[in-house]
């Protein structure tokens, strides 16, 4: 047993290998015909109504990505090789509701070897405007998905990690802290050119404080409701429209 393993294994990291029509390697995605041939694929199994509905909703499961990197730069000081050839993507392709896992070929983490704060910036580069940048580009500009969408798609699940599953009342008290360290510069901080081609950080229109029993509304709606879903998400700015109509 790996104590470190098992706590990302519960954020989607998987260290098994399966053969399945979803299951590809990360750096196929980087190409326009296989990205389209992938989300084909995808659109069929989650009974999409297009690709745009289905590139929002690769984007919504592959927001577990940064979740896995950002508890690791922060939890453990470490940062994740995710070199698009170092990743794929795994999927049982019977399972009805796609929750995808991230495999890495080599489980390399690179531990904190200077200032924090200067290795904190490069993380983030890192993971967005290497890594998760590009992939949005290359889904939006082949469906014309708005990128809008895409970003509060990785947002609602970085605000996820850190204002749930790191402010757990377990968790160690200096690890606690600099979560919300981390958060804050994630948020409020960082520059827009850490996230890709951007004057101004992509993450910050999506966050405002909510109280401890109330649920953070989205601004834009995931398409979720045109998949084999079929319903709206509990926090769709859709739903809340027709909830008032209703009244």
């Not at 993507?89 to 200032?115: A, C, G, V």
Request: glycine share 2%; net charge neutral.
């Amino acid at each position: 047993m790996n104590p470190r393993l098992d706590k990302l294994r519960k954020l989607r990291l998987t260290t098994e290998k399966k053969k399945s029509r979803l299951s590809i390697e990360v750096n196929a995605l980087l190409d326009e015909q296989s990205l389209t041939n992938y989300l084909h694929i995808l659109s069929d199994h989650i009974e999409a109504s297009n690709n745009k509905v289905a590139a929002s909703l690769f984007v919504k499961r592959y927001a577990f990505l940064p979740v896995i990197y950002l508890y690791v730069m922060t939890v453990w000081n470490e940062k994740l090789d995710i070199t698009y050839s170092n990743l794929s993507i795994q999927t049982e392709d019977n399972e009805k509701q796609w929750l995808p896992k991230f495999y890495f070929h080599h489980l390399r983490m690179e531990s904190l070897e200077e200032d924090r704060e200067s290795w904190r910036i490069d993380c983030i580069k890192n993971l967005f405007k290497e890594h998760i940048s590009p992939v949005m580009e290359l889904l939006s500009h082949t469906t014309k998905v708005s990128k809008l969408i895409l970003w509060e798609n990785i947002a609602i699940y970085i605000f996820w990690l850190y204002e749930t599953v790191l402010s757990d009342d377990d968790i160690p008290v200096d690890i606690a802290l600099r979560a919300k360290e981390d958060f804050y510069f994630l948020i409020s901080e960082a520059t827009g050119n850490l996230f890709g081609d951007y004057d101004v950080n992509p993450l910050t229109r999506y966050y405002y404080e909510v109280s401890n029993d109330e649920v953070r509304k989205r601004g834009t709606c995931c398409y979720s409701y045109l998949t084999s879903n079929r319903e709206y998400c509990s926090t769709c700015p859709k739903s809340c429209k027709k909830r008032m109509a209703t009244k």
